[in-house]
T-cell receptor
Framework: SQTIHQWPATLVQPVGSPLSLECTVE??????LYWYRQAAGRGLQLLFY??????ISSEVPQNLSASRPQDRQFILSSKKLLLSDSGFYLC????????????FGQGTRLTVV | GENVEQHPSTLSVQEGDSAVIKCTYS??????FPWYKQELGKRPQLIID?????GEKKDQRIAVTLNKTAKHFSLHITETQPEDSAVYFC????????FGAGTRLTVKP
């Protein structure tokens, strides 16, 4: 069966520090991968999505970036965190066409202090 | 890109009443419309979905309707129970998957 792993679960980082969140999917090949951010009490904002290795689409200009070095690995990064980067980050995947059920990771609660 | 709007942002009902959440989308190419439920501190999970070739779908107490012409779709929960309390998200999918802002549903016993 397919599973998605996202880590860490919680993270507290100072302003200006770098960020690296990792997401991996097991049990499938060539998944579509997504990074979403959920601010407190808000909706799911699509940050990046990828339909294949090295193919990243960015939805919101910001100081975050994403990479997909391997088929089932999706990394969210920042060189210098801002206070406004605090939030709940969710990785998700679906298979085949993008119009299928998306499965979410457990999420990472990031607090920038 | 796709833009999904969802309302209301909060909804409070008495146990046993019905709850309706509505969403609109902008991209006529969107053809898949899932609904997710997110309990506090947990990941969103799919509760029901509908494709653009279907107008209505029902699963026990939950139903979803889709009006492609008007580009809107709705979630209906009947006989609500306290455990239905959560945040509900609609989404629309064409080239990617975009979510609405969410509805916080509270079912009062």
């Amino acid at each position: 069966s397919q599973t998605i792993h996202q880590w860490p679960a919680t993270l507290v980082q100072p302003v200006g520090s770098p960020l690296s969140l990792e997401c991996t999917v097991e049990g499938t090949s060539n998944p579509n991968l997504y990074w979403y951010r959920q601010a407190a009490g808000r909706g799911l904002q699509l940050l990046f999505y990828s339909v294949g290795i090295g193919q990243i689409s960015s939805e919101v200009p910001q100081n975050l970036s994403a990479s997909r070095p391997q088929d089932r690995q999706f990394i969210l990064s920042s060189k210098k965190l801002l206070l406004s980067d605090s939030g709940f980050y969710l990785c998700a995947w679906n298979i085949g066409q993008v119009n299928t059920e998306a499965f979410f990771g457990q999420g990472t609660r990031l607090t920038v202090v | 890109g796709e833009n999904v709007e969802q309302h209301p942002s909060t909804l409070s009902v008495q146990e046993g009443d019905s709850a309706v959440i509505k969403c609109t989308y902008s991209d006529s190419a969107s053809n898949y419309f899932p609904w997710y439920k997110q309990e506090l501190g947990k990941r969103p999970q799919l509760i029901i979905d509908i494709r653009s070739n279907v107008g209505e779908k029902k699963d026990q107490r939950i139903a979803v309707t889709l009006n492609k012409t008007a580009k809107h779709f709705s979630l209906h929960i009947t006989e609500t129970q306290p455990e239905d309390s959560a945040v509900y998200f609609c989404a629309a999918s064409s080239n990617d998957m975009r979510f609405g802002a969410g509805t916080r549903l509270t079912v009062k016993p």
